[in-house]
């Protein structure tokens, strides 16, 4: 039971270069979110899926695509990448349906520079 | 607005003592609150889960405290390790649909060394 897994780990862009981050978790896992770090300021909701085929809109969205084909991985993508968006990025998900005080699981996140 | 501070900052302790993080928020509707670890280059750790009608919630060392009316709340770490450097983050739940954690507003996070 790997829990939750994120890859890349660390990866450097060049300004206007795409790319997609990759969250994985195998515990059956309905929800999955994708949040950013950065220095100063909280945790913020990028995207999150309450099931497979679903995505929405979380705090900072723009600039930002997800896509949740199979119920286990959730991706990010940046279409075309901005020094604005070098941040440590987490992926999380929770099981239970309907209650508010389920326990979220973290990845080890990906540290993403853009030059 | 909703927001959650921590205090203090970071802190610095000798292994063995004890040390309590405080919390405040102004988030509303409240739902719950909730203590993260997270180690130096790590995902966050849940610690501990409380709702509105729980006032104190334990996870071996570590015990978290609510006072709903007073929207404050505090991480009480006992016999400090060295292990439990990190920071510690207060978060809390808004009103939500579907069961989603969609309106957790999260704190800045406090810092802990533990020295030898």
């Known amino acids: 039971n790997a829990g939750v897994t994120q890859t890349p780990k660390f990866r450097v862009l060049k300004t206007g270069q795409s790319m997609t981050l990759l969250c994985a978790q195998d515990?059956?896992?309905?929800?999955m979110y994708w949040y950013r770090q950065d220095p100063g300021m909280g945790l913020r909701l990028i995207h999150y899926?309450?099931?497979?085929?679903?995505?929405a809109k979380g705090e900072v969205p723009d600039g930002y695509n997800v896509s949740r084909l199979k119920k286990q991985n959730f991706l990010l993508g940046l279409e075309s990448a901005a020094p604005s968006q070098t941040s440590v990025y987490f992926c999380?998900?929770?099981?239970?349906?309907?209650?508010?005080?389920?326990?979220?699981?973290f990845g080890p996140g990906t540290r993403l520079t853009v030059l | 607005k909703n927001q959650v501070e921590q205090s203090p900052q970071s802190l610095i302790i000798l292994e063995g003592k004890n040390c309590t993080l405080q919390?405040?928020?102004?988030?509303?509707?409240?739902?719950?609150l909730r203590w993260y670890k997270q180690d130096t280059g790590r995902g966050p750790v849940s610690l501990t889960i409380?709702?509105?009608s729980e006032n104190t919630k334990s996870n071996g060392r570590y015990t978290a405290t609510l006072d709903a009316d007073t929207k404050q709340s505090s991480l009480h770490i006992t016999a400090s390790q060295l292990s439990d450097s990190a920071s510690y983050i207060c978060?809390?739940?808004?009103?939500?649909?579907?069961?989603?954690?969609?309106?957790?507003?999260w704190g800045l996070g406090t810092s802990l060394a533990v020295n030898p």
């Open positions: 999380a998900s929770n099981y239970r349906i309907g209650l508010d005080t389920d326990t979220q699981y």
């Open positions: 515990m059956n896992h309905e929800y």
């Open positions: 899926s309450v099931g497979e085929g679903t995505t």
């Open positions: 919390c405040n928020y102004t988030v509303s509707p409240f739902s719950n």
């Open positions: 409380m709702t509105f």
């Open positions: 978060v809390v739940g808004g009103a939500y649909t579907a069961g989603n954690n969609r309106k957790l507003i």
